[in-house]
């Protein structure tokens, strides 16, 4: 399932427009490309609706958030609803920042994103009114059980497909449970890789359904992590992860894929 759906994207170049912040804009067009996808990052209030319109998928993004993006993200989620065209929203930052996590539980009552992505910290903090952590770093001390619970919870009551990105991805519609084991320690090192890894679901969104594209991200985003690992540091692996992304084939997804579908209670 996973290398059709990278293959349909290869074919078909749909276009992915994404409102995201300019800390990784760059990286996330780039992942998008290396996928076969079209980017296009237009964030302007006036041209939200018009760009929506003409993509196949979407990705909205909270990191380094601004008001004039607020309200762009608003637009593109209102329109891509009315549309059906489906949408990610990555809640970056929800989990220190109360102004975002009260700004992504309103955009998310106001049009439901077909994929609610956030660390694990992140997707804690949209169900637990009481929790925050420090950063935008997943808090270290949650264990994948009790994310388990939390996502689950987040899909059945939105009627969503969540992806809580960790040392273990989850994924779940709220009925199935898939944990994904695939990644690289060193993802850590540089920034923006929790963008990248929600602009490659939205290139996937154009192609399969919600939680197929989720699952095919983390596998295809950890494994890529994995091939790109290096002894020379940071800046030699953030270059052989591009590089991954646009040269891992068929056979690599398939050998190194490592997922786990749960019983969900």
Same mark, same amino acid.
């Given at each position: ?19 995201? %912040? ?7 067009? %780039? ?26 998928? &979407? ?76 950063? &935008? ?33 989850? &994924? ?94």
């Amino acid at each position: 399932m996973i290398n059709k759906i990278r293959g349909s994207v290869k074919e078909l170049h749909p276009l992915v427009h994404c409102i995201t %912040n300019p800390i990784s804009i760059n990286q996330c067009a %780039n992942v998008i490309l290396a996928a076969g996808a079209r980017p296009i990052m237009a964030e302007h209030p006036e041209e939200a609706a018009v760009v929506t319109r003409t993509a196949a998928a &979407v990705m909205l993004n909270l990191g380094n958030i601004t008001d004039v993006r607020k309200q762009s993200m608003l637009i593109s989620a209102q329109t891509a609803k009315e549309l059906g065209i489906p949408f990610i929203l990555d809640v970056c930052g929800a989990a220190c920042l109360p102004t975002r996590r009260d700004y992504a539980l309103s955009l998310i009552g106001k049009a439901v994103p077909s994929v609610v992505k956030g660390n694990y910290s992140e997707i804690n903090a949209l169900c637990h009114e009481h929790y925050s952590s420090s950063g &935008v770093d997943a808090d270290i001390t949650l264990g994948t059980p009790e994310l388990d619970i939390a996502a689950v919870r987040l899909a059945r009551g939105y009627g969503t497909v969540v992806l809580a990105s960790g040392k273990t991805d989850i &994924v779940t519609d709220g009925k199935r449970l898939v944990h994904i084991y695939n990644g690289s320690p060193q993802l850590a090192s540089i920034t923006g890789t929790g963008c990248m890894q929600g602009a490659l679901c939205a290139a996937y969104l154009s192609s399969a359904p919600a939680a197929e594209a989720a699952v095919a991200a983390c596998t295809v985003f950890g494994i890529c992590g994995s091939l790109a690992e290096t002894e020379k540091g940071s800046g030699t692996f953030a270059v052989n992860l591009m590089d991954a992304l646009s040269t891992a084939t068929d056979s690599d997804i398939s050998k190194y894929a490592d997922t786990e579908e749960i019983d969900v209670e």
